[in-house]
């Protein structure tokens, strides 16, 4: 994925002011920022659903999107999304949703209607159907919101195996949480990114 220039204001309040972001195969990514510094509205861009001002987003191959909220009709079942998305996606199978739920310990809610999962089983779905047809790009808004630790550990070996597959990887969160596991983190300030790794050896 490539980013050039990428501006963008709610009438007189600018929010990004010249975004230049590559995100190469295989790379871990985090951008990190506080509440308010344009973090949603740069992945909604980056996911095409909102067009920048100005500036330029590529991608390259297939991209996933995992929003910060879980966007699911309460009165399917977890299955029932799964079919939906798999003829969204033009999929044969549902081969990779299965070994992400696997890895997630989603499985064995599969029957059960997303209006009566909690927030982290929710979330567990939200992921799934972002990675259900194999991504080269994946853009996660705070993913692991309500996971437990267990389930905050196995994402982030999810993350790592989809990196080791020579996918790109790009979390955004509003705190650098297990930032060592990064092979790149960005703080967004002042509607601009800033190199946190260059900001911390100096």
């Known amino acids: 994925m490539?980013?050039?220039?990428?501006?963008?204001a709610y009438r007189k309040r600018v929010v990004l002011?010249?975004?230049?972001l590559e995100l190469r195969p295989g790379v871990l990514a985090g951008i990190v920022?506080?509440?308010g510094a344009g973090k949603s509205t740069l992945l909604k861009i980056l996911s095409g659903e909102l067009r920048p001002d100005r500036g330029t987003v590529r991608h390259h191959g297939r991209f996933g999107y995992c929003p910060q909220t879980a966007i699911l009709n309460d009165a399917l079942t977890i299955?029932?999304?799964?079919?939906?998305?798999?003829?969204?996606?033009?999929?044969t199978d549902l081969r990779r949703a299965e070994e992400v739920m696997e890895t997630l310990r989603l499985g064995e809610y599969l029957d059960e209607r997303a209006g009566v999962l909690s927030g982290g089983t929710r979330?567990?779905?939200?992921?799934?159907?972002?990675l259900m047809h194999d991504p080269q790009v994946l853009l996660l808004?705070?993913?692991?919101?309500?996971?437990?630790?267990?389930?905050?550990?196995?994402?982030?070996?999810?993350?790592?195996?989809?990196?080791?597959?020579?996918?790109?990887?790009?979390?955004?969160?509003?705190?650098?949480?297990?930032?060592?596991?990064?092979d790149v983190l960005w703080r967004l300030d002042g509607g601009l990114l800033h190199d946190r790794t260059t900001e911390q050896a100096a």
């Open 2 to 8: 490539e980013v050039s220039d990428v501006h963008h």
């Open 17 to 20: 002011r010249g975004i230049d």
């Open 33 to 35: 920022g506080e509440n």
């Open 79 to 91: 299955r029932q999304h799964l079919d939906f998305f798999k003829t969204a996606y033009a999929l």
């Open 123 to 130: 979330q567990k779905l939200n992921l799934t159907l972002a």
């Open 141 to 182: 808004d705070e993913p692991y919101q309500g996971f437990d630790w267990d389930t905050y550990q196995r994402f982030w070996d999810l993350a790592a195996r989809l990196c080791g597959a020579g996918r790109s990887v790009l979390v955004v969160s509003h705190l650098a949480y297990d930032a060592e596991r990064l």
